[in-house]
């Protein structure tokens, strides 16, 4: 507390952010994510050979993500409205990931920074079947990572 400019008071204070629908109590109040990450896919190739590793895939960006989200500052998660983060990458073969690059975000700079990192932090993943490889015929392919926090 300031009088006449010198403080005279001081006290530690968190600030809850709510929309508690006062300025307008007609409008639909604003909704939050609840805290729960998924992940889907979009391979640049659509082969019966990715079809089972495409699933797997899945599930080790998840664990990447429940991982990175353990030592992560927790207040980047809170009071987000739900949305997506998309990254894309190229996937070599030994399950190196090369080239992240964010190209869509309905979420905020943080949290996209943050599936970034998962992405990033998780390399490097699964390798491809033996026949997923020679299905292609070359040992990387492009991949786009939607990551969902609901």
């Not at 400019?5 to 929309?19: I, P």
């Not at 990450?37 to 664990?63: G, K, R, V």
């Not at 943050?114 to 993943?125: K, V």
Request: glycine share 6%.
């Amino acid at each position: 507390m300031l009088i006449n400019n010198v403080e005279c008071d001081a006290w530690d204070f968190t600030v809850r952010r709510e929309d508690t629908g006062a300025a307008d109590p007609n409008a639909t109040p604003t909704t939050y994510a609840k805290g729960i990450f998924s992940a889907s896919l979009e391979l640049e190739s659509d082969l019966d050979a990715f079809h089972q590793y495409e699933d797997t895939l899945s599930q080790l960006l998840l664990n990447a993500v429940q991982r990175e989200s353990a030592n992560a500052d927790q207040q980047i998660f809170v009071q987000v409205t739900p949305g997506n983060v998309v990254i894309e990458f190229t996937l070599h073969d030994d399950g190196r990931v090369e080239s992240p690059a964010l190209i869509g975000n309905s979420l905020n700079e943080e949290l996209g920074r943050f599936f970034l990192q998962a992405l990033i932090h998780g390399s490097p993943y699964k390798p491809w079947p033996a026949e997923a490889r020679q299905a292609l015929g070359r040992d990387s392919m492009k991949i786009t990572a939607t990551f969902s926090y609901n």
